[in-house]
């Protein structure tokens, strides 16, 4: 069998992750939802991109991922998928995609992957996501689980907070953990939960934990790439930390653009197209 366009040799796949945690090697993870960002992200060597239904905060402007579609994670899919060369490719499911029966996960996470070319999938939830996660490994589909903080749980939690701060909730969070791994899970994001909680679960656990405000003892950290790159209005979360102000370089070319076709110095004529002199010299003749 001959494959017209064979991955880089570096394509990082499963068997990279796993071994990454096994040689206690940090790696990276980013969300993108369009080509150009995620070409930009694949390039600077990040090892995994997230297509998260964060798209629903920071692209649709829904204030949360509770609207956040199939439809609207599959489109933003093909587009990352196309621009990633090395980098895991994995989609979120959205809200209300895995919640209804088995059989209907396993459709939508098969279209992820078969029409949008996901490498892996992400749900949220601790135990009660165990069958989910053993049926959709089952069908050969790699699986990334997601506790602590579960977004598309807001309006139950009643907003965005630390996750297993007493003691109780901690050894919950850690029994979910362990539980999730069984299932086969190959990775899970915590978010927003104890950095001491978050250890004991790194080092309890056999496959990898993706970090988001859960302290530096994760196998991998994962930021919303708009956060970092200061492309988000309002405060952000206290375990981002902004390394750009993309915001003010976009808002500083947009004036000045802006500026230069008010006084008349945008665009010049190298910027334009003219005619040659004796195409120029008939349009006159045909005129007088
Ligand atoms: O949707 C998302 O971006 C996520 C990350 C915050 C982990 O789930």
Not at 29 to 36: F, G, I, R, V
Not at 163 to 183: P, Y
Not at 213 to 221: L, R, Y
Request: aromatic share 6%; net charge negative; hydrophobic share 40%.
């Amino acid at each position: 069998m001959a494959y017209l366009q064979p991955d880089k040799p570096e394509k990082v796949y499963l068997p990279a992750i796993l071994a990454a945690k096994e040689k206690g090697e940090k790696l990276v993870c980013l969300t993108a939802y369009d080509y150009p960002t995620a070409r930009i992200v694949d390039e600077a060597g990040v090892d995994m991109i997230l297509v998260g239904d964060s798209i629903g905060n920071v692209i649709h402007g829904y204030g949360n991922t509770i609207p956040v579609s199939l439809e609207e994670i599959l489109s933003a899919l093909i587009a990352v998928k196309r621009a990633t060369e090395r980098a895991m490719v994995i989609a979120d499911m959205p809200y209300g995609t895995y919640h209804v029966s088995d059989a209907e996960t396993v459709r939508n996470a098969l279209k992820l992957m078969k029409y949008g070319g996901a490498e892996a999938v992400k749900l949220e939830g601790g135990r009660n996501r165990v069958k989910l996660v053993k049926r959709l490994v089952d069908e050969e589909i790699p699986v990334v689980a997601h506790i602590g903080l579960t977004p598309q749980s807001v309006y139950k939690l009643g907003g965005y907070r630390v996750q297993g701060r007493t003691a109780e909730q901690a050894k919950r969070l850690i029994e979910d953990a362990k539980l999730l791994e069984e299932a086969g899970a190959f990775a899970i994001v915590l978010e927003l939960v104890p950095r001491e909680v978050a250890e004991i679960i790194t080092k309890e656990l056999e496959i990898s934990t993706i970090g988001i405000g859960a302290g530096a003892e994760c196998d991998i950290q994962v930021l919303v790439l708009h956060d970092l790159i200061g492309m988000t209005f309002g405060r952000l979360p206290r375990f981002v930390r902004q390394y750009a102000d993309i915001r003010d370089v976009m808002t500083g070319a947009i004036q000045n653009w802006s500026n230069d076709v008010k006084s008349g110095a945008y665009p010049n004529d190298s910027e334009s197209y003219g005619l040659t002199a004796d195409v120029l010299a008939e349009i006159n003749k045909a005129d007088e």
